[in-house]
């Protein structure tokens, strides 16, 4: 039996660190790493634990995100924002050849612009580091 995702438990702490650094530098929280089958691959010390709301539940929609800027002819999905009456879901995806997506939260909108910049230069340089982990076949 294969694992869905093989990473070393040492660059997993590693990676969480830098998620834990977003987050201290900003008003960030909640934000992980999940690759686009739905399974979390590090989070920071304040990630929601709810999984279906972390993991699963955002790939779902960067599924039917993706599907819906072929069909409108936007091109290749970038990001997601899900705005709520108390706060925002940043997810951001990269292309279309990589395998994970950087979730992330936040309750103040004063600082959106900034935050988009910041999550869209983490997640190319975590993309880096995650260029060579092995991603199996999803099984539900």
């Known amino acids: 039996m294969t694992q869905e995702v093989k990473i070393d438990k040492d660059f997993q702490i590693e990676l969480m ?11 960030l929280e909640g934000t992980a790493i999940i690759s686009k ?27 039917l995100g993706d599907k819906l800027s072929q069909g409108l002819e ?3 999905l970038s990001e997601i924002v899900i705005t709520g009456e108390d706060g925002y879901t940043i997810i951001t995806v ?3 050849r990589s395998n994970f997506m950087l979730l992330s939260h936040s309750k103040k ?10 999550l869209r230069k983490s997640y190319r340089e975590l993309s880096k580091m995650l260029e060579d982990i092995e991603i199996g076949e999803a099984r539900y």
């Open 94 to 96: 990269g292309d279309q």
């Open 74 to 76: 936007y091109g290749e």
């Open 109 to 118: 909108a004063s600082k959106l612009g900034y935050y988009f910049h910041r």
């Open 17 to 27: 660190k830098l998620l834990e650094e977003l987050e201290s530098a900003t008003d």
């Open 37 to 63: 089958t739905g399974l979390r691959i590090a989070s920071s010390s304040q990630a929601i634990t709810e999984a279906d709301l972390h993991s699963a539940g955002p790939a779902a929609i960067i599924s």
